[in-house]
């Protein structure tokens, strides 16, 4: 069992920054996929980004890339999502999400892949 506790969110303006952070427990944290989902009111949950469990391979959704990151810290066992330039659309509740990965660096899109979420962090970006 892991569970994940989100925090950084909160209200920035638009083209503000925001560092969310991911805190696992257990001791399994680097045997698994970490990725971060958002949810914005009347919307589903839309896929943000994703890291292998050793951190070499990450994957960002068309519609953050070039301003977000994903990184982790798995003596930590901590994920990050770095937002830059933030955007009135990227109001969201922003979840984080592990998926255990036995085999390897593999990387995971879709929000039935993932075995365990947080309760999420708010982020709300003001135009």
């Known amino acids: 069992q892991v569970q994940l506790v989100e925090s950084g969110g909160g209200l920035v303006q638009g083209g503000g920054s925001l560092r969310l952070s991911c805190v696992a427990s257990?001791?399994?944290?680097?045997?698994?996929?970490m990725g971060w989902f958002r949810q914005a009111p009347g919307k589903e949950r839309e896929f943000v980004a994703a890291?292998?469990?050793?951190?070499?391979?990450?994957y960002l959704g068309d519609s953050v890339k070039g301003r977000f990151t994903i990184s982790r810290d798995n003596a930590e066992s901590t994920v990050y999502l770095q937002m830059n330039s933030l955007k009135s659309e990227d109001t969201a509740v922003y979840y984080c999400?592990?998926?255990?990965?036995?085999?390897?660096?593999?990387?995971?899109?879709?929000?039935?892949?993932?075995?365990?979420w947080g309760r999420g962090t708010q982020v709300t970006v003001s135009s």
């Open positions: 999400a592990a998926k255990r990965a036995p085999f390897g660096d593999i990387l995971y899109r879709g929000r039935n892949a993932y075995d365990y």
């Open positions: 257990g001791r399994t944290f680097s045997t698994h996929t």
């Open positions: 890291i292998s469990r050793s951190g070499g391979d990450t």
